[in-house]
């Protein structure tokens, strides 16, 4: 059973881009359930409703379902599937799909749920048959998907199917992935340098107990080639991250509306409509933010850094509330997982309390990691004929066609580190971190069995340029 959601649709961090890759997904699984003898029902409404629907017509008595950490609204539609079925006495049984608990866990112990579900844990095996009957597969037939109409940029979208997903792997580990330590910094290397399992890990055609298994076996092939191991490490460090930030969003759901630190709550922000559709059109008069902003909206793909780059520059330089910007960004995730959204949204708008404030240079970025501007010329047709020491002095130098700044950046974002460090330095904020860090904070582990805590780290005065 799969439900096409109207509240979950229409919501405002959804997107054309999401539906797409779902029904992508869809549809390649619902060929291979076809080839075991069996079918897929597309349910159309709330998901009560749908199951009302079914229990209307089949003798119900469980619910067998993946546990989603998603956002508000998907939590809000668990607890009412869990209450519609307590009513009618069908058993709701939710199978876990990473290390993250349901309901939160203590960081001291994380490392054990990590060692039982991933490690300890094997893939399953793929089922080789599927019975139904002849009535269900003829229900099921009778469901399909509403016209979706798609953008012309579709092409640039990454496949999303559980064949896509074993192809990626398979292609990483065996070729891509050697450069993935040092690769996967630059935009110009990162789109194949990187896994891009993550878009594939966010709608679930594969799950992280797979990745880890499949890495682990590579890395045994290739123990002594250090360029694969030093990758493979990387990797695999990565997905731990993976699931360290979606527990944070699982223990406290509600970060999607209030900041897991309770200090940071009245942040002045300005929230300039104008500034927000300036960086979320990519006409900022900052080359690499713009840029990044017009890749994401056509292929919904940047990597770590650019992405944190450009949530830095609307929070320190735009002076946008990390919630403001949070619904166009989710939009243009073709990997869009509220755990690490929700999570990384908050840590480079420095409202976490502990972390350092990372403020990313748009300049230092383009110099560092896109040199010889291909990056910015790929995505910015006004700056192709421009040379690359004109497109990173560009402030200094305006050039026609192209918007001068909409913002000073350097005053601008060392008001907010003022306001930032301000905030940190209050008894109130001091007296509350503790908790928070014991709460959501990572740990430093030796082995996966005996995790110990990080200390809490002293707040850097320093204005840090990334």
């Not at 054309?16 to 060929?31: C, D, E, G, K, P």
């Not at 850094?305 to 320190?316: D, L």
């Amino acid at each position: 059973v799969y439900c096409v959601e109207p509240s979950i649709t229409s919501a405002n961090d959804s997107s054309v881009m999401h539906w797409q890759a779902q029904r992508q997904a869809i549809w390649h699984l619902r060929q291979r359930l076809k080839k075991l003898n069996a079918d897929l029902f597309i349910g159309h409404g709330e998901a009560v409703e749908v199951f009302e629907q079914l229990r209307q017509k089949w003798n119900v008595r469980a619910i067998f379902a993946h546990e989603e950490i998603g956002n508000g609204l998907t939590f809000d539609r668990d607890k009412s599937v869990t209450a519609w079925c307590q009513q009618h006495g069908i058993s709701y049984h939710e199978v876990p799909q990473c290390s993250v608990r349901r309901g939160g866990v203590n960081r001291d112990r994380y490392g054990r749920m990590w060692q039982q579900r991933i490690v300890e844990s094997q893939p399953l095996p793929e089922p080789t048959e599927f019975p139904q009957t002849t009535e269900l597969r003829a229900f099921a037939a009778q469901s399909n998907f509403a016209p979706l109409i798609f953008p012309s940029t579709k092409e640039l979208w990454q496949p999303v199917s559980e064949p896509d997903a074993q192809r990626t792997l398979t292609d990483f580990l065996t070729r891509r992935g050697r450069w993935y330590r040092g690769g996967i910094s630059s935009p110009n290397t990162a789109f194949t340098a990187g896994s891009r399992l993550s878009v594939h890990l966010a709608w679930g055609t594969i799950s992280v107990r797979s990745v880890w298994h499949a890495t682990q076996a590579r890395l045994k092939q290739d123990a002594t080639d250090d360029r694969w191991r030093k990758s493979l490490e990387a990797f695999i460090s990565r997905l731990h991250w993976r699931d360290h930030f979606t527990q944070r969003l699982e223990s406290e759901p509600a970060m999607e509306f209030h900041g897991i630190h309770p200090a940071y709550a009245n942040v002045p922000y300005e929230n300039s409509p104008a500034l927000l559709a300036a960086w979320a059109e990519g006409r900022t008069g900052y080359p690499m933010v713009d840029a990044v902003m017009r890749c994401l909206a056509a292929t919904g793909f940047a990597n770590f850094r650019m992405r944190a780059m450009a949530v830095s520059f609307a929070c320190h330089a735009l002076h946008l509330d990390w919630r403001f910007i949070h619904p166009h960004l989710a939009s243009v995730f073709r990997d869009y997982d509220p755990g690490i959204h929700m999570s990384q949204l908050q840590m480079q708008a420095g409202v976490v309390g502990w972390n350092p404030v990372r403020v990313y240079s748009p300049k230092k970025q383009l110099e560092d990691w896109d040199s010889e501007a291909r990056f910015v010329k790929k995505w910015l047709p006004e700056l192709r004929d421009v040379s690359a020491e004109r497109i990173i002095n560009i402030n200094d130098e305006p050039v026609s066609g192209y918007p001068p700044p909409v913002v000073e950046f350097t005053s601008r974002t060392q008001l907010m580190k003022d306001w930032l460090y301000g905030i940190r330095k209050t008894p109130e904020a001091m007296a509350l971190t503790p908790a928070v860090y014991a709460r959501h904070g990572s740990r430093r582990r030796p082995t996966p069995r005996t995790p110990k805590p990080k200390p809490v780290q002293k707040p850097n005065p320093q204005l840090r340029l990334f």
